[in-house]
């Protein structure tokens, strides 16, 4: 069985108490409510990791991670943070390669490679995320840019450190466009990216990749999403800052 999960994404938003109280809502209405054995993660900004896994202790159905992390081990990179700093703070994931990192920093497939090899490295899990512009899939080359982000940024990997990684699928153009993807559509890709790592390293490498969704997940979609065959569980941005919409997400495994 592939591990379901729901992973909430803060971006740059809470500060550092209403990041603790947030977290501590989520935490104890998942306690109460979550009865199978999915995975949620909480990825928030750095400032709140180490007390989010604080207060995580004892609550094994929530886990902690990081939105992003520099490719070198250490160094002269002023206002960077190192996946060796991450992984001290008790943090279990990292996001990499996210659409507004690659959009507004430039992060190419070469660099997320080298963040991927430095994240496994400290024993964190990478959440690596690949997806399509409206462009490219107007233009319908959205099947080849996904392959391409595949191939450059983690199928160097060798199939042992390969099953150490999740996926995440964010369909770019249906995220604050008006256009919304459809369940069959999202379905359609995760189908693919499955198809893409059974042909690179083998069907049961791909049968056990846990591959997120990442486009406007909500309470009111994500059962419907969730049922499709390849979808494992979320990404969530939005949502995953009110305690009740995140949980009940979290839920649809239940």
């Known amino acids: 069985m592939r591990k379901k999960i729901v992973a909430g994404n803060w971006k740059m938003n809470l500060d550092y108490n209403e990041g603790l109280a947030l977290f501590s809502e989520i935490i104890n209405i998942v306690n109460d409510e979550i009865t199978g054995t999915q995975q949620a993660v909480i990825c928030s900004p750095f400032i709140h990791i180490h007390s989010l896994v604080q207060l ?3 609550y094994n159905k929530v886990a902690v991670g990081a939105q992003n992390a520099h490719q070198a081990e250490s160094g002269a990179y002023t206002g960077e943070i190192s996946a060796k700093m991450i992984k001290s703070t008790g943090a279990a994931y990292v996001i990499l390669g996210h659409s507004e990192r690659r959009q507004y920093f430039g992060e190419t497939n070469a660099l997320l490679a080298q963040k991927t090899d430095t994240v ?3 024993d964190l899990t990478p959440i690596f995320c690949i997806g399509e512009t409206l462009q490219e899939r107007e233009t319908e080359t959205h099947f080849d840019v996904i392959k391409t982000q595949l191939v450059e940024g983690i199928f160097h990997l060798n199939a042992e450190d390969f099953g150490k990684l999740v996926i995440a699928y964010e369909p770019v153009w249906a995220i604050g466009t008006g256009v919304t993807a459809t369940s069959a559509q999202a379905q359609e890709i995760h189908e693919f ?6 042909a690179k390293y083998n069907q049961e ?43 009940d997400i979290v839920k649809t495994f239940n």
């Open 193 to 198: 990216i499955r198809k893409e790592i059974a």
């Open 56 to 58: 995580a202790k004892g």
């Open 120 to 122: 496994l490295k400290h």
């Open 205 to 247: 490498v791909a049968d056990a990749t846990t591959i997120l969704y990442g486009g406007s997940c909500n309470p009111k979609n994500a059962a419907e999403l969730f049922a499709q065959g390849d979808i494992d569980g979320g990404l969530i941005g939005g949502a995953s800052l009110k305690s009740r919409d995140f949980v």
